[in-house]
């Protein structure tokens, strides 16, 4: 941007860097709410992996008990259900790109 010599080209100057100023702080602040967001849903995501899924998996031991077979057919259920989705979600974002 052009702007002129003298007291009315340091006052648009100073105009100008202000103004770019709260631009570049309210673009910060919404990068800092992304990234705490993406945060908080990675946490979810593992918090949903390994402690819900954990605890079904515990929950079936009274029945897979003694069998190897049913332990391997719950085991690759749970694992299709619980890590299956991420990785279709990532897939998708991978063709779609």
Not at 1 to 22: F, K, N, R, Y
Not at 56 to 80: C, D, H, M
């Amino acid at each position: 941007m052009e702007v002129g010599d003298g007291i009315s080209g340091i006052i648009v100057s100073i105009v100008l860097w202000i103004v770019m100023s709260i631009v570049f702080v309210l673009l910060l602040a919404l990068l800092e709410v992304v990234f705490w967001f993406s945060l908080l849903i990675i946490l979810g995501m593992l918090y949903w992996l390994f402690f819900r899924a954990l605890k079904l998996v515990f929950n079936k031991s009274n029945e897979t008990k003694g069998s190897i077979q049913r332990a391997i057919f719950y085991v690759l259920s749970y694992t299709s259900m619980y890590v299956g989705w991420l990785f279709g979600i990532v897939y998708l974002v991978q063709v779609l790109k």
